[in-house]
């Protein structure tokens, strides 16, 4: 089964950081763009920054200068760097994947838009 599986939520001060990860598992064939999301309570799900498969990256502007998205792509993670954290940035964030997995009776096929279940970011005052 293929999943993806966040870590590194918590609670953390403002401006203080935070790294988060993401690790793919299962019949990974390979996995083009990978994204985190956030989703504050009653709003809709953002976008925060994403990374292709190449590493060209792309950042929301409420992020820019402070987050850093890289990958591993040897061990399927993608990873997001927070820095200067701020209350506002208080959300459950996601991660998200355009995943190529294997199939046991056929050429690898595209799974677009994996999610994970995400984890918390509390940043206090």
């Known amino acids: 089964q293929v999943q993806l599986v966040e870590s590194g939520g918590g609670l953390v001060q403002a401006g203080g950081s935070l790294r988060l990860s993401c690790a793919a598992s299962?019949?990974?064939?390979?996995?083009?763009?990978m994204g985190w999301y956030r989703q504050a309570p009653g709003k809709q799900r953002d976008l925060v920054a994403v990374?292709?498969?190449?590493?060209?990256?792309n950042y929301a502007d409420s992020v820019k200068g402070r987050c850093t998205i890289s990958r591993d792509n040897a061990k399927n993670t993608v990873y997001l760097q927070m820095n200067s954290l701020k209350p506002e940035d208080t959300a459950v964030y996601y991660c998200?994947?355009?995943?190529?997995?294997?199939?046991?009776?056929?050429?690898?096929?595209?799974?677009?838009?994996?999610w994970g279940q995400g984890t918390q970011v509390t940043v206090s005052s």
């Open positions: 990374i292709t498969s190449g590493g060209s990256t």
């Open positions: 998200n994947a355009d995943l190529v997995v294997e199939t046991d009776d056929g050429p690898p096929v595209v799974l677009h838009d994996y």
């Open positions: 299962g019949s990974i064939f390979s996995i083009n763009a």
